[in-house]
């Protein structure tokens, strides 16, 4: 459906070169009007000159595919290689542009004033309608200037335009019958059509905006393709300085540090050259996806392309969505028949216009404007689809006829201001779509890069996690070790406990897990334990020869904690506890992986005093 609207508004924007706009301007009648002016000599010249817009703008594609593609770049030598490429690319998309005769021409017509009423009305009776206003218009022409290059070829340039400001008043009276629904119009709208603002704005409502975002990703590519182009050359240019610091190095002209600087904008310039290619390839991505089609075989042209060119290629965002009211047209008309009559009048006085003709309309519209005078001829339907507003087809084919008496006024000076207050309002309502999709999009990547950087905590984090986690586990296992060794030891060497009132352990490492198993310990009793350490130094074996049977060997420093009667009344308060005289008492603690007594890194002796569980099996369990 995408790909069949693109190309539907692509060969309706060939077909209609030019580009019109009015102030005040709410009736579907006066598109219609001016949709009738342009084919004065009936179906025949209307499907005769649709057949050669067509043919005109498939020649148009073609010749700016080569160009869009970018294969003609670095076919000039002059200068570097880069600004040769480029200014090839401007001039020749200016040329095939200014020489396409569907484009040449630009009438801009400017309301000032406009009031339209209707006398009579009735879906199939005759309608009569009236409307008077000042007119103010600002048409202009780009002539084209040929050059004679020193090959003998001759090339066409854009030259300068001409405008011709001009200001009518004008008032008449407009006869008007439905004739039915369908059938001519089915044909006719194939022959011609025109955009519709008050479509515009519904098409710019839709949650589908096909049309402007592959005009924003087309223009992206451009960017980014031009920018490769010029980044390419970059690096080829550090890589040339890098070559030349080397060489410089050899022969002893420069220092390391001047190599080490080239080596890094190369490496700058690559890594730019890297982002700029992964940019592209993502947009290139998005425009294929979303269209179905090859890249190089799309192509949306808008009126004036060539003008904006050669300006900052980051601007041409505002301007797409300018230029794109003449591609997201939902509202076709056609003429079947159309004679217009000038009865009375000479340039600059007034005259009489009598008009006739069979006209055939199509109304693509989504609901989503209320019934009244904006869109008088059509029966709106308020049904909604999926929570959509639904869409409305509506062939019509009727029969006017009107008089209407024109006064030229030859304003200039209001057809400038007029010209200007219709542009200004146009660019307006017509901009804002683009900031808006500007806006969104800076949102979106602002979006993106902290949901990147959050992506990136997150993986931190669970790396940290995980890193703790295996911690945990290698201290768990340790743990469990110590445990099994210190229950070996205290089973083997309790008679030991019970006669000296202490314990050697083999290991320091064994003694600082027996301190943890009998902090725990003494949490799950409400026991507080004491603990006596040696001074100890694993590489000096004269002062660690103690002889376990040596009752004079007594610990440097004995930490006895009894069981106190207040750890007796507080059984479920871990750590509750007195202490003796000079001897700091262990405060409560909190449930956790934390240490019960601040050890020094000393052998463990376990006192005598202390409650040792009975059996190794119920010590572990404890544990």
């Given amino acids: 459906m995408k790909k069949y609207l693109l190309k539907t508004l692509l060969l309706s924007?060939?077909?209609?070169?030019?580009?019109?706009?009015?102030?005040?301007?709410?009736?579907?009648?006066?598109?219609?009007?001016?949709?009738?002016?342009?084919?004065?000599?009936?179906?025949?010249?209307?499907?005769?000159?649709?057949?050669?817009?067509?043919?005109?703008?498939?020649?148009?594609?073609?010749?700016?595919?080569?160009?869009?593609?970018?294969?003609?770049?670095?076919?000039?030598?002059?200068?570097?290689?880069?600004?040769?490429?480029?200014?090839?690319?401007?001039?020749?998309?200016?040329?095939?542009?200014?020489?396409?005769?569907?484009?040449?021409?630009?009438?801009?017509?400017?309301?000032?004033?406009?009031?339209?009423?209707?006398?009579?009305?009735?879906?199939?009776?005759?309608?009569?309608?009236?409307?008077?206003?000042?007119?103010?218009?600002w048409p202009y022409t780009h002539t084209i200037q040929k050059t004679k290059d020193d090959s003998g070829k001759y090339s066409s340039q854009p030259g300068n335009e001409v405008r011709n400001p001009t200001s009518t008043l004008s008032a008449g009276l407009v006869l008007k019958q439905n004739l039915f629904n369908g059938g001519v119009s089915l044909a006719n709208r194939k022959a011609t059509s025109h955009a519709s603002k008050a479509s515009f704005e519904a098409y710019k409502a839709k949650e589908d905006k096909a049309v402007f975002d592959i005009f924003i990703l087309l223009l992206n590519v451009i960017h980014q393709r031009l920018s490769m182009k010029q980044q390419e050359g970059n690096v080829l240019i550090y890589k040339e300085f890098l070559n030349a610091a080397l060489e410089k190095r050899k022969v002893g002209d420069i220092d390391r540090s001047e190599v080490a600087l080239a080596e890094s904008k190369l490496a700058r310039a690559e890594a730019q050259l890297s982002a700029i290619k992964i940019k592209l390839e993502g947009y290139v991505g998005d425009l294929e996806r979303w269209t179905g089609i090859k890249v190089n075989d799309l192509v949306l042209v808008f009126p004036d392309f060539a003008k904006y060119l050669p300006k900052d290629l980051g601007e041409i965002k505002n301007i797409a969505a300018k230029e794109s009211h003449a591609l997201l047209a939902g509202h076709y008309s056609a003429l079947a028949a159309k004679a217009s009559i000038k009865v009375a009048g000479r340039e600059g006085l007034p005259h009489v216009d009598f008009d006739a003709g069979l006209r055939g309309s199509h109304a693509n519209k989504d609901n989503l404007h209320k019934v009244g005078n904006e869109y008088k001829e059509f029966q709106e339907q308020e049904a909604t689809v999926n929570g959509l507003y639904a869409k409305t087809d509506t062939d019509t084919t009727s029969a006017s006829v009107g008089i209407r008496l024109v006064v030229p006024l030859d304003f200039r000076g209001a057809a400038r201001a007029n010209e200007s207050s219709a542009r200004h309002e146009y660019v307006k309502t017509t901009i804002e779509g683009a900031k808006t999709h500007g806006d969104l999009m800076s949102d979106l990547e602002t979006a993106f890069y902290t949901l990147v950087e959050q992506k990136k905590a997150i993986e931190y984090q669970k790396r940290y996690v995980k890193a703790n986690e295996i911690s945990f586990q290698v201290a768990m296992q340790e743990w469990a070790v110590g445990a099994k060794v210190f229950t070996q030891a205290l089973k083997a060497e309790s008679d030991l406990v019970e006669a000296k009132g202490y314990l050697l352990t083999a290991r320091r490492d064994y003694a600082e897990t027996a301190i943890r198993i009998l902090g725990i310990m003494g949490r799950l009793n409400g026991k507080t334990f004491g603990i006596a350490t040696y001074d100890f130094n694993p590489h000096d074996k004269k002062a660690n020869k103690v002889d376990p049977d040596d009752v004079s060997a007594k610990p440097l420093r004995v930490a006895h904690i009894a069981e106190s009667p207040a750890s007796k009344e507080s059984r479920h308060v871990p750590g509750a506890g007195t202490a003796p005289r000079g001897v700091a008492a262990t405060p409560p603690r909190k449930v956790g992986m934390q240490p019960i007594i601040e050890t020094p890194r000393r052998r463990g002796v376990v006192t005598q005093d202390q409650q040792v569980p009975e059996t190794p099996e119920q010590q572990t369990t404890t544990a």
């Fill in 13 to 137: 924007s060939l077909c209609v070169p030019s580009v019109s706009w009015s102030v005040g301007e709410t009736s579907e009648e006066s598109d219609a009007t001016k949709e009738e002016a342009k084919a004065e000599k009936g179906t025949t010249a209307a499907d005769h000159q649709a057949s050669e817009a067509t043919e005109a703008g498939m020649a148009l594609i073609k010749r700016v595919l080569t160009l869009a593609s970018l294969e003609n770049f670095g076919d000039s030598k002059t200068g570097s290689e880069e600004q040769a490429s480029l200014a090839l690319f401007f001039k020749a998309l200016e040329r095939t542009l200014a020489t396409n005769k569907e484009l040449k021409k630009e009438r801009c017509d400017v309301l000032k004033s406009l009031t339209k009423g209707d006398l009579a009305r009735s879906e199939f009776l005759p309608d009569l309608s009236f409307e008077t206003g000042i007119n103010g218009e």
